[in-house]
């Protein structure tokens, strides 16, 4: 038994130690790993030595990762100063937050929080510097060694209830932007914990080295010295930086400061006439302005929205109106809208690549190249603003909006507010028309006839395009009418406006589509609406023909095309449907000898009512192409006349029964019943109606050839002759004698002519033809 307990004792002893062992030799060969996986911020227990550089090889997926950062993952060198900055910013910030609660960690002021940038040609060297947070020797190893190790990322994890804080480098991998232009980057750092200062060095090569910095005077905070290649050297300059920081850094919380040389003149003791130049260095603040979005906008003067929205957009001084407002919920942000006067010049252009709205991740510049359409449509792509947010799922390069329900709550949001604020526009236009004393009182100095005449075309495009917002939208589209170009020819109505206006008995809205409101008011077609006082809807736009495919009736009334056959005015009475119906039957004659005298050019002729002084016109059928729909379709780029031709259908001849040239007409073909068609009069009332109503003709020339015989015909009504044989100078021209007439011959031709002139020509009065 003794044995027995002995050897279990002995058993034991051994697992314990085996266990021990193998847990020895696990620490041994996993202590790199957990150094670069968990190392506090406080941590000071520094273990280098003096001047002793080491090198540390980078491991192999680093460095794929590390050429994938360089030559890939980032669209444009440029991102290296936004990156490094942001860096900089992150650890002003980390401080900042870490005092707070500990007053020891600061040696001077809040307000001192700085970042500086210098460069100096002659070495090729651009410096970014901060006196934030700094590193410790590990964590240069640890944020700066390993990729998408980033310190902020850690300090997150250490602080992830903390909701107090605002960093920006949450991939670890915007350090290395600084190798789009750098072939060496050194970086010098302090931390708050540590007392001595270390150098991190690295060519983007396999390896990087740490060693202590000789220099253990300098202060707190992280200096990156980036050593620039030879195809970056254009950012060596003070024009270039200050560009930099007004495109990516210019809304940052911390000041940026920057080392510039001036030039002042100062005279001689010796010849007070000479004037010697010196050159000044000054340390000058270079992101003065702050960011507005961030305060109360009863704090907000107009000035710095004029500042803010001058500093937004290329191509217009003014703006109609804006919303400055604060979004809570499931995620927050801050935004500043602007609706400019005019817009941009490449309307709808898909070759340009900013968008209206600059998205900033906490102040720092993501991208103003994203997606058009991430953020606002593209009925909306005339506002302006700025977007300041925490929670935008950026990717990893901060170049790109990653689609996401964050994304789609901000879409929807600014949506919301752009509709506001034209709304509001809308709103207050109207309530001037019913109350003109409050145009005195109202503050805003923009109306919606002015938004309207800039930007319809992109809510009508809204209307077509975006069925969520349909209805929201039909409500701020605005018309010319007949009514409206009465009254005055600037003024515009609502569809609400012209409902309220309809008459009795009225059960169709009426629009019209053409390529002017000239063209339009004075056509034919509107005869005998004129005549009866119901108004129609001008619409000039190409964009409209489209519109009009899409938005088939508002409040229960159906939109009508008047230039389509079958048109009803209002409610017809009985007596009118009588009257056509005699009219038909007693027309029937001319109506067949149009019908085949125009069989290539039109489907069937039938009497109408719409017309009243204009013997015919031409008209679309039903489903057919309107003659506006005909010249859009013409005027493209790409139209294939030969199809076009195919797909259009021929159209309907409508003739007035009651106008004089029709009864004629009637008359004539009665006389000449049985004889074929005379082609030259129906081609001309063909013509002439497809002229008014806006259709372009197949045969110009015919069509030209006609007009001449009808003068002809007119003058010689008028027994307007002119001889035909030549004139006595034209025979003394034509002759075969080698001398010119002499003077007394030229007199005497000239006074011939004069006498057959007043003896065969009269006076014709020219007003009367």
């Not at 074929?676 to 009332?685: A, Y």
Request: hydrophobic content about 35%; glycine content about 4%.
């Amino acid at each position: 038994m003794k044995v027995s307990r002995l050897r279990f004792l002995t058993l034991v002893t051994l697992f314990f130690t085996c266990l021990v062992l193998v847990t020895s030799k696990t620490d041994t060969q996993g202590l790199f790993h957990r150094a670069s996986e968990s190392i506090p911020l406080h941590d000071s227990n520094e273990s280098v030595s003096g001047s002793t550089e080491e090198s540390f090889e980078f491991q192999a997926e680093v460095q794929r990762l590390m050429n994938i950062i360089i030559h890939s993952l980032y669209s444009n060198k440029e991102i290296f100063f936004r990156e490094l900055v942001s860096n900089a910013a992150d650890a002003l910030e980390k401080l900042r937050f870490l005092s707070l609660t500990n007053r020891t960690l600061l040696d001077d002021n809040l307000e001192n929080l700085k970042i500086q940038i210098e460069f100096d040609p002659e070495e090729k060297t651009i410096s970014i510097e901060d006196n934030g947070i700094g590193m410790t020797r590990e964590e240069l190893i640890n944020n700066l060694g390993v990729v998408a190790r980033s310190g902020t990322l850690n300090f997150l994890e250490q602080l992830k209830d903390q909701k107090d804080s605002a960093l920006i480098g949450q991939f670890g991998v915007g350090f290395y932007a600084a190798y789009l232009v750098a072939d060496k980057v050194t970086v010098i750092s302090k931390s708050i914990y540590s007392d001595k200062a270390y150098v991190w060095e690295s060519a983007a090569d396999k390896t990087f080295t740490v060693k202590e910095c000789a220099n253990q005077s300098i202060g707190r905070g992280t200096r990156v010295i980036l050593h620039m290649r030879q195809d970056s050297l254009e950012f060596l300059n003070e024009h270039a930086l200050r560009q930099l920081v007004e495109k990516y850094c210019r809304f940052i919380t911390f000041p940026i400061y920057m080392k510039v040389e001036s030039s002042t003149e100062e005279s001689t003791e010796e010849e007070e006439e000479e004037l010697e130049s010196k050159t000044q260095v000054k340390n000058v603040v270079v992101n003065d302005q702050k960011p507005t979005w961030l305060k109360n906008p009863s704090e907000v003067k107009e000035d710095e929205y004029k500042a803010l929205f001058l500093s937004l957009s290329p191509y217009s001084k003014n703006y109609l109106t804006k919303t400055h407002f604060r979004a809570e919920g499931e995620v927050e942000f801050r935004s500043i809208l602007f609706i400019p006067e005019r817009p941009p010049f490449d309307f709808f252009s898909e070759e340009s690549e900013s968008t209206p709205i600059k998205l900033y991740l906490k102040r720092v510049l993501v991208s103003d190249k994203f997606a058009k359409d991430a953020l606002l449509p593209r009925w909306l792509s005339f506002v302006l603003g700025i977007v300041d947010s925490d929670d935008l799922p950026i990717n990893i390069s901060r170049e790109m909006l990653q689609q996401s329900k964050i994304v789609h709550l901000i879409r929807k949001k600014l949506i919301q507010k752009s509709l506001e604020m034209i709304r509001n526009l809308a709103a207050s236009e109207e309530m001037e028309e019913s109350t003109p004393s409050s145009r005195k009182e109202s503050n805003s100095t923009a109306s919606y006839s002015q938004f309207w005449k800039q930007y319809g075309k992109y809510i009508k495009l809204g209307v077509i395009e975006d069925g969520e917002y349909r209805k929201k939208l039909v409500n701020l589209l605005r018309f010319k009418s007949s009514k409206t170009v009465e009254q005055d020819p600037n003024d515009y109505t609502s569809l609400k406006s012209y409902v309220t206006r309809m008459k009795a008995g009225q059960d169709v809205i009426y629009y019209l589509a053409g390529e002017s409101i000239g063209s339009v008011k004075n056509s034919p077609l509107l005869e005998q609406l004129k005549a009866k006082n119901f108004e129609v809807l001008f619409l000039t736009e190409p964009i409209d023909e489209y519109l009009m495919q899409t938005l088939t009736e508002f409040e229960g009334y159906k939109f009508v095309d008047v230039s389509k056959e079958n048109l009803r005015l209002g409610q017809d009475d009985k007596a009118i449907q009588s009257k056509l119906s005699k009219a038909k039957k007693e027309f029937q004659p001319l109506i067949d000898y149009l019908e085949k005298a125009l069989s290539e050019h039109v489907t069937r002729v039938k009497v109408t009512s719409r017309l009243v002084n204009t013997p015919c016109m031409l008209v679309a059928a039903e489903g057919g192409y309107s003659a506006n729909t005909e010249r859009i379709l013409r005027a493209q780029a790409l139209a294939n006349p030969e199809m076009f031709s195919f797909y259009s259908p021929k159209k309907v001849l409508e003739i007035n029964p009651d106008h004089p040239i029709i009864k004629r007409m009637l008359h004539f073909v009665k006389k000449r019943k049985g004889k074929k068609p005379k082609d030259d009069i129906s081609m001309m009332l063909y013509e002439l109606a497809a002229i008014s109503a806006g259709f372009q003709l197949e045969d110009v020339s015919g069509f030209s050839e006609r007009m001449v015989k009808v003068i002809s015909l007119m003058l010689d009504q008028e027994k307007i002759f002119v001889q035909d044989t030549p004139s006595p100078t034209e025979t003394l021209l034509d002759s075969q004698e080698e001398n010119y007439p002499s003077e007394t011959d030229q007199e005497k031709i000239r006074a011939t002519e004069n006498h057959q002139t007043e003896a065969s020509e009269p006076v014709v009065d020219h007003e009367e033809l």
